[in-house]
C-alpha cells in the first residue's frame, strides 16, 4: 500500500506545498512542532533514509538546503534545524525547523496549533523565498 507521503505526491491527498521537482517534493508538517516546519521527501518511495542510493541522499539534502535557505529568509530563527525521525511515517522524510533555542525541536512536546489558513500563508511565505 502507498504511504501517506505517495499519497499527498499524486495529489490524493491535500498537503501544503512548498516546491517539488523530478525527484522531490517539499510540504508543510501538518502538526508542526514550530511554525514553518517543512518535510522534504524524495518521491520514490523509500521507508529509510540510509536505504537511499549515494546520489539519492545527496541529491536530497540539496533540495532541502534550497528549502532551508528560504525557510530561514521567510521565517526569522536563529538556524534551521534538519532532522530525521521516520518512526511514524515509512517514507523518508527529513525535517526543517526554525530554530531559537533546543526546546524548539523537541518532538515529543504538543504540536502548535496552527489554522488551515496560516498553513496556507506559511508555505506561500517560504515558496516565495525560495531561488
Ligand atoms: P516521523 O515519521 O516520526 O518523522 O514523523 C512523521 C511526521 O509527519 C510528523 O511530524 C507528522 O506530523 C507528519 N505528518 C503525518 N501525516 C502528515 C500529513 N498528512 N501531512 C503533513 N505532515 C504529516
Not at 502538526?31 to 541529491?59: A, M, R, S, W
Not at 511515517?89 to 533555542?101: A, E, K, N
Not at 524548539?104 to 531561488?131: C, V, W
Request: hydrophobic share 50%; with cysteine.
Amino acid at each position: 500500500m502507498a504511504s501517506i507521503f505517495t499519497k499527498i505526491i499524486k495529489g490524493e491527498i491535500p498537503c501544503y506545498k512548498i516546491a517539488e521537482n523530478e525527484q522531490f517534493f517539499a510540504f508543510l508538517d501538518i502538526n508542526p512542532v514550530q511554525k514553518g516546519h517543512c518535510l522534504v521527501i524524495p518521491k520514490k518511495e523509500v521507508d529509510y533514509i540510509f536505504d537511499l542510493t549515494e546520489q539519492e541522499y545527496i541529491d536530497l539534502q540539496l533540495f532541502a538546503r534550497q528549502i532551508a535557505l528560504a525557510l530561514q529568509a521567510a521565517i526569522p530563527c536563529k538556524k534551521v534545524a534538519t532532522t530525521v525521525v521516520g518512526l511514524e511515517v515509512p517514507h523518508v522524510h527529513i525535517h526543517l525547523v526554525p530554530l531559537q533555542t533546543l526546546p524548539f525541536i523537541n518532538f515529543a512536546a504538543p504540536r502548535t496549533a496552527m489554522s488551515a489558513q496560516e498553513l496556507k500563508d506559511t508555505a506561500q511565505l517560504i515558496a516565495g523565498h525560495l531561488i
